[in-house]
């Protein structure tokens, strides 16, 4: 547990650094909405510099772990065993069109599976740390999630592209009608935050970044959430524990 501890410092500190210097670019980046060419330049320059803090932060703590960054890739470390997944901007097209939808996502694997995480909302200077088989917590609240039972009653956020048929169910309007009101952050790993928080009851993504998701899904499942794969390893399901064997089988049904 000490050595938990002392990961999560190290994670807490990089992410926060990180969120001081996207957040000041996102402000510039929201003055400059008019001219799409400047935010994206703007927004190219501050994933860059995000990444390349998060990633000094925590070689210079823990010079022998790997890394794996949705920017830069895999970098294996001598110690084969341990790695940071690095998402510096979850909700990267949000950020560029100066929507607030976006968090600093940091996770530490271990032989493969995803032992702690900590997330920082610049926006709303949330922040949200796990480790496995401890629980999650925003500051210093224990998140779970809501004890809906009955799928008629999901809030659910959805996060659907239309870009080929894999992504996009069948029947739509009958999938929508069956949840009590449908939400759409634009950012998967928000939308596992947020029922990790008990603010919705389901989440639905056919595409996600399994190293961009990976920090919100050890939070939602330490906060008694379950998740499912949707389109092969491609997806992903996710809601509360009392309603997700119906809320899997309805999801399931529209995407075969």
């Not at 501890?5 to 990089?14: H, Q, R, V």
């Not at 400047?38 to 803090?53: E, F, S, V, Y």
């Not at 032992?115 to 949330?126: A, D, G, L, R």
Request: charge should be neutral; hydrophobic fraction near 35%.
């Amino acid at each position: 547990m000490q050595n938990h501890s002392a990961n999560l410092n190290i994670m807490t500190k990089a992410v926060l650094s990180a969120g001081d210097v996207l957040h000041r670019d996102f402000e510039e980046i929201q003055r400059l909405q008019a001219s799409l060419e400047g935010a994206g330049k703007l927004t190219r320059k501050a994933l860059i510099r995000a990444n390349h803090r998060l990633i000094y932060e925590l070689t210079e703590a823990r010079p022998n772990y790997g890394h794996h960054s949705t920017l830069s890739g895999n970098i294996a470390g001598k110690d084969e065993t341990r790695k940071w997944l690095i998402s510096p901007v979850s909700g990267l097209e949000n950020f560029s069109r100066g929507n607030s939808n976006w968090v600093v996502s940091l996770g530490l694997e271990h032989k493969g599976e995803t032992i702690n995480s900590v997330i920082y909302y610049p926006c709303t200077n949330e922040l949200y740390k796990v480790i496995k088989g401890d629980g999650a917590y925003s500051r210093h609240m224990k998140l779970r999630v809501a004890p809906i039972q009955y799928v008629k009653d999901f809030v659910v956020s959805l996060d659907f592209r239309f870009e080929n048929d894999k992504t996009t169910p069948g029947n739509l309007e009958h999938l929508l009608r069956s949840f009590k009101q449908i939400k759409s952050t634009g950012n998967p790993s928000l939308d596992l935050i947020n029922l990790a928080s008990g603010k919705i009851d389901g989440a639905i993504a056919p595409m996600v970044d399994p190293i961009d998701i990976a920090p919100a899904k050890l939070l939602l499942l330490e906060s008694g959430g379950l998740t499912y794969p949707l389109n092969g390893t491609e997806g992903l399901l996710s809601s509360g524990f009392k309603g997700f064997e119906s809320f899997r089988d309805l999801v399931l049904n529209h995407f075969e």
